[in-house]
């Protein structure tokens, strides 16, 4: 089946610094999510986009959906203690099909 | 809104017993999603309903486990018998419409077999 794949894993910042974390798949997809998951907590959506080449942000989050539809980027600006958590992509190929998660980067900060 | 409402938060069975996890999604929402989390296999999705009427059911692991949604405000997830590698966290979640607009996750069942 469809996968999509995210990088990095794992990453260990400081706090202060950005942070980007990308997602890619091997065909087309019409819609691209990001969701953030707290630890003891279910994933919660934090960006939704639907055309290709959007750039859409909400506070310190930035996501783009990549123009050739196959890929997606999150950065994170000035990262706070509270931004730790394991941040998921998501996405459809098609808009009435289900949704498909990456395996998520786990964020940890460093104080 | 009280959000995806999931019960237990936390259960502890041993080996064989039956488990039965349960939902009370988003009041007018009319999808339904039972995944399964753990480290190595990330989020898997088990099975979906759509105005309570399962529409895949690929991803249910084998017979041991079932779904059912008798109305659109209650779900149940059960295992019978549960085995040790079914330890994991299961999530409902629910969405209105078009599944782009993304889903309602609720906070979890984290089931122990032991």
């Known amino acids: 089946g469809q996968q999509l794949n995210q990088s990095p894993q794992s990453m260990f910042i400081q706090e202060g610094e950005d942070v980007s974390m990308n997602c890619t798949s091997s065909s087309i997809f019409n819609t691209w999510l990001w969701y953030k998951q707290e630890p003891g907590e279910g994933p919660v959506l934090l960006i939704a986009l639907y055309k290709a080449g959007e750039l859409t942000s909400n506070g310190r989050l930035t996501a783009q959906f990549g123009i050739t539809r196959k890929d997606s980027f999150l950065n994170i600006s000035a990262s706070i203690p509270s931004d730790v958590g394991i941040y998921f992509c998501?996405?459809?190929?098609?808009?009435?099909?289900?949704?498909?998660f990456g395996k998520g980067t786990r964020l940890h900060i460093l104080p | 809104d009280a959000g995806v409402i999931q019960s237990p938060r936390h259960e502890v069975t041993e080996m064989g017993q039956e488990v039965t996890l349960r939902c009370k999604p988003i009041s007018g929402h009319d999808y339904l999603f039972w995944y399964r989390q753990t480290m190595m296999r990330g989020l898997e999705l088990l099975i979906y309903f759509n105005n309570n009427v399962p529409i895949d059911d690929s991803g249910m692991p084998e017979d041991r486990f079932s779904a059912k949604m008798p109305n659109a405000s209650f779900s149940t997830l059960k295992i019978q018998p549960s085995e040790p590698r079914d330890s994991a966290v299961y999530f409902c979640?629910?969405?209105?419409?078009?599944?782009?607009?993304?889903?309602?996750f609720g906070s979890g069942t984290r089931l122990t077999v032991v």
């Open positions: 979640a629910s969405s209105l419409g078009a599944q782009v607009y993304g889903y309602t």
């Open positions: 998501a996405g459809t190929p098609n808009r009435d099909d289900k949704i498909i």
